[in-house]
């Protein structure tokens, strides 16, 4: 610099107050640009390596889809407590032990039967559900009531899946199976609600050959990974106890989740229970 000018190569600026500042500050701008260009092609060079952050995807967001499973949902497509061991599904029966007096279990039953891949129920707009889908496990039983009942035969069935999207749409089966009986003449009954899904129809069938009208009342219960169904019919009449058969499917329900639970089923029907 001289005393009056300052010369920057072939560049010469009066060496004033103001020329000084403005000489300044462009030489602030020229660094920052320096380092910012640096900056920008190291990171071309190196890449981004943080962990977490890529594109498109927030730093709190993970990057992948291996992050841990939420835990299950009763009513999302988790599996949950499964029932595969034959012995356990046909504690969800109830036995001589959980049954009020008189009533026994019938001949052969329970034994363990093969839900048929074939079997769909259709519902009245044509969607079809298969009751089969995805099963494990096919019990039934029959029982036999005694003379003190409102109805003379008790046919069971419980169905085990292998998830609980599975024993839903086994239930959505088996439900319209029910209510779309082709014979007709079905109602479908306002009963209290058991589990997560279920649902009550009644029917009456004229006795064309003996002039007899009989009966028939059932249930169509979904817990879990459990389906169950329960018929009652009165061969002598055609009036069947909804109340009873309410409080039957009750009682089954109950010892569904208690083996769901782990735990071994105490619900009794027409007893105390704990």
């Excluded at 009056?4 to 602030?28: D, K, M, Y």
């Excluded at 927030?58 to 949902?73: D, F, G, K, M, N």
């Excluded at 735990?263 to 704990?274: H, Y």
Aim: hydrophobic residues 35%; contains cysteine.
């Amino acid at each position: 610099m001289r005393r009056s000018q300052i010369s920057l190569g072939p560049l010469t600026i009066n060496n004033t107050r103001s020329a000084r500042v403005s000489l300044t500050a462009a030489a602030a701008l020229l660094l920052a640009l320096l380092a910012l260009a640096a900056y920008g092609g190291a990171q071309v060079i190196a890449g981004d390596d943080s962990p977490g952050v890529s594109s498109g995807t927030s730093p709190r967001s993970p990057r992948t889809a291996s992050s841990a499973p939420s835990a299950p949902s009763p009513s999302g497509g988790a599996s949950g407590p499964v029932v595969r061991d034959a012995a356990s599904a046909e504690k969800i029966l109830p036995g001589p032990g959980s049954l009020p007096d008189g009533w026994a279990f019938a001949s052969g039953s329970p034994q363990k039967d093969t839900c048929r891949n074939g079997r769909v129920g259709t519902e009245k707009d044509g969607t079809l559900h298969y009751i089969c889908k995805g099963s494990l496990l096919d019990l039934t039983a029959w029982y036999a009531p005694g003379a003190a009942a409102g109805f003379d035969k008790v046919h069971m069935e419980v169905v085990t899946y292998s998830s609980h999207d599975a024993a839903a749409q086994g239930y959505l089966g088996q439900r319209a199976e029910e209510a779309n009986n082709p014979s007709g003449g079905v109602t479908e009954e306002r009963l209290p609600s058991y589990c997560e899904n279920s649902a009550f129809f009644s029917a009456v069938y004229p006795g064309i050959l003996d002039g007899v009208d009989r009966g028939e009342a059932r249930s169509v219960v979904h817990c879990g990974t459990v389906m169950f169904s329960i018929y009652v019919m009165n061969e002598h009449g055609s009036s069947v106890d909804l109340d009873t058969l309410s409080a039957l499917s009750h009682t089954v329900a109950t010892r569904a989740q208690q083996t769901l639970n782990g735990e071994t089923p105490t619900a009794a029907f027409g007893r105390s229970s704990t």
